[in-house]
């Protein structure tokens, strides 16, 4: 595989994680989260949490590491949702 | 590795994947995207492409098709933010 593609695969790792960032930040400034679906937050929270547990048993540390600062961040949304929902 | 990871990971992606369809039933049903960050949508829909061009370069079927499919959902929810934002 050429070297560019392991440079695609980390930039989409590093995207996908820290996306959720700016939704935490638009949460905190605004107080308001009614838009955001509950279900869909705590389904992507469990799903990633899953991913944690996968990257464990293949000994994978990107997608251990990529998958425990999105569940943290999408944790975040999830209890933020529950406040400001 | 045991099969039950393997289980495991296949949950997973079918987890992180279809979680984004009651985001869209609820914007469909409200007409109101307002508390949904464009910034994060449109960076995980960017992402996600991303990954679907590492699925294709490394040959992975799964990788290929869980992120199409996340694509499009992510996508449609850009598509309604910027219609009911």
């Known amino acids: 595989m050429h070297p ?7 930039v989409a ?3 996908t994680t820290f ?3 700016p939704q935490i930040m638009k949460i905190l ?3 308001q989260a009614r ?3 509950l279900v869909t937050t705590a ?3 469990s799903g990633v949490f899953l991913w944690i547990v996968y990257g464990i048993a293949i000994g994978s540390l990107p997608v251990i590491m990529a998958n ?3 569940f943290l961040l999408i944790a975040t949304i999830v209890g933020l949702k529950l406040r400001y929902g």
């Open 35 to 37: 838009d955001i679906s």
């Open 19 to 21: 996306a959720w960032l």
């Open 29 to 31: 400034r605004e107080r």
């Open 13 to 15: 790792a590093c995207i």
């Open 68 to 70: 425990t600062v999105s």
């Open 4 to 10: 560019l593609f392991e440079i695609v695969g980390s």
């Open 43 to 45: 389904a992507l929270a």
